[in-house]
Structure formats: C-alpha cells, structure tokens
C-alpha cells in the first residue's frame, strides 16, 4: 500500500516540523527561528486543518497500535533551549497545540537551556511530550557500541528520574544514526526515534527513524506553508541513501573523538 492509500489527506504527506531556538532576540544562530516566524507558522499549522500528535501517539499510529487520523501534523523541538518555554511554548498554548521537545540531558540548567525545573514544568503542563535527545549531543553513529548505548539509555534514565514516569521517544543528534544505533534506541525501551532527512513523513514511515522537516532562520513562511500542504519537501524514503553513507566517513573524520561543543556557551565536552 502506497502512503497516499493510508487516509493520510490527498498527498498522503505527514509533516513532522523541526525546530531549534525560537526567540524574539536574534542571535546570529542559522537555527533560530524568531518568534514572530514561529507565530506565523503556528497559525498555518492550525489554518491547515490537520490534526497535531504528539511523538509517542504517531509513533503508535504508525505502529498500528492506535488509529491514524486525517492528515496529522508534528510539531517538535531539539536541544532544550530555555526560550522554548519562554517563548514557543506561549504561542503553543495560545493556539492549543501539542507539541514533543527532545532534551540533551547534559545540557539542562546550563547557559541558555531549560533548568530541570522548567523541564518538569513544560512536562506538567500536559500538552508537550518530553523526549531524549543524548546526554552530550554527539554524532550516535560514529561513536563505539557500548558508548552510544550509554548516551542514549543514559539520556532516558536521566528524564525519567526528573519526570517520575516514562521517557518513550527520542530523536538522534544532528539526525545521525546507523542501523545500530536504531537497535540500540529500540533495545533501551523508547517507543520512537525521530530523524532528520528534511523530508515528509508518511503513514508507511519507519517509526525509529521518523523523518522530519527542519525550519531554520533563513527558512520563509512560504516554504512552512509548503511542507504543511504536502509539498516543498519529498516523502520520506526507507533504509540509508549511498550519499549518507558516503558522508558519514566525512563526518568520521572531522568529528570522531572530538569534542561536541554547547550551542551557547561554546565549552566542549570530550566524548
Ligand atoms: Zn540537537
């Protein structure tokens, strides 16, 4: 059965939107959205009749496990930035939307990311899914077995000490992983894992390598509105492409063994 069979909408298409930082004061980060942006985005989001889900409710609807409903639409963040509950999560509120954040655990109370507290408030306010996202942000990949399968059990043990209940979703630094890495995810009892790929997901996606759409600074409010429509990005395809296996040696050799540096602060930590 092809996506456009799965009573998904008239493209067939899923929308899982990535986002960063969102603030009303720019800094000079590509991967920040200013909040009027986001604002906008919002706005479609709800303008285009498509029904928001958490992580974990369409990683159960690609499963099976819950039924799918008409033409769903994600909205989620990476990294644990502060603003997102300064800032996104007030507009989030305002339309109504669910909304799923993935938190690099070794970054929270640090410099410009949520404090524990405000993670376990963004939790208790019921609309927004917390998920993992590592403790260190490394490339998953690149790393050995044993210390990928730390980062990512770790990163789940920690939020669900913070939460007092279960962490089921996770999505990969920077989108990478390889197929042990995949195992590893499944194997530490998350229920999905989010990609990258700047592709749109479909009812027949793989719900431990979900593919989401990634909305920069420099991305328009046409583009959003694109990708909301069902077009302005192909859907997600299955298994690894040969230029992503090409460019992991790339990335092998520029990030194996170095330090990840904190997306504010700029210290490093050695993994
Ligand atoms: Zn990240």
Redesign the pocket.
């Known amino acids: 059965m092809s996506p456009s069979d799965r009573g998904t909408g008239a493209s067939g298409v899923i929308p899982v939107l990535l986002y ?1 930082s969102v603030s009303a004061t720019r800094r000079d980060d590509p991967w920040q959205v200013a909040a009027a942006d986001f604002r906008e985005d919002m706005a479609a989001v709800v303008a285009s009749g498509r029904t928001p889900l958490t992580a974990t409710r369409y990683a159960a609807a690609l499963r099976g496990a819950a039924a799918m409903p008409d033409r769903p639409v994600l909205i989620t963040f ?2 644990g930035f502060a603003d997102f509950a300064d800032e996104a999560a007030p507009i989030l509120a305002e339309f109504g939307l669910p909304a799923t954040i ?1 938190v ?1 655990t070794g970054w929270i109370g640090t410099t410009g990311m949520l404090s524990a507290a405000a993670v376990r408030d963004v939790a208790a306010g019921g609309s927004v899914e917390v998920g993992a ?1 590592s403790v260190t ?1 490394p490339h998953l990949d690149l790393l050995g077995r044993r210390a990928a399968r730390d980062e990512i059990g770790a990163s789940k043990t920690a939020l669900e000490d913070l939460l007092g209940g279960p962490v089921t979703s996770f ?1 990969f ?2 989108g990478s992983h390889r197929r042990q890495t995949v195992a590893a995810v499944r194997d530490a009892g998350f229920d999905a894992a989010f990609a990258v790929k700047n592709a749109l997901s479909h009812a027949a996606d793989e719900p431990f390598t979900i593919a989401r759409y990634t909305v920069r600074a420099a991305t328009t409010r046409g583009e959003v509105a694109a990708v909301l429509s069902g077009a302005g990005a192909p859907p997600a395809w299955h298994g690894e492409r040969l230029i992503t296996t090409a460019y992991r040696a790339v990335r092998y050799a520029r990030y194996a063994g170095r330090p990840v540096a904190h ?1 504010i602060e700029g210290w490093k930590i050695t993994v």
């Open positions: 960063h990476d990294d993935f690099t996202h942000h999505a630094p920077h997306p």
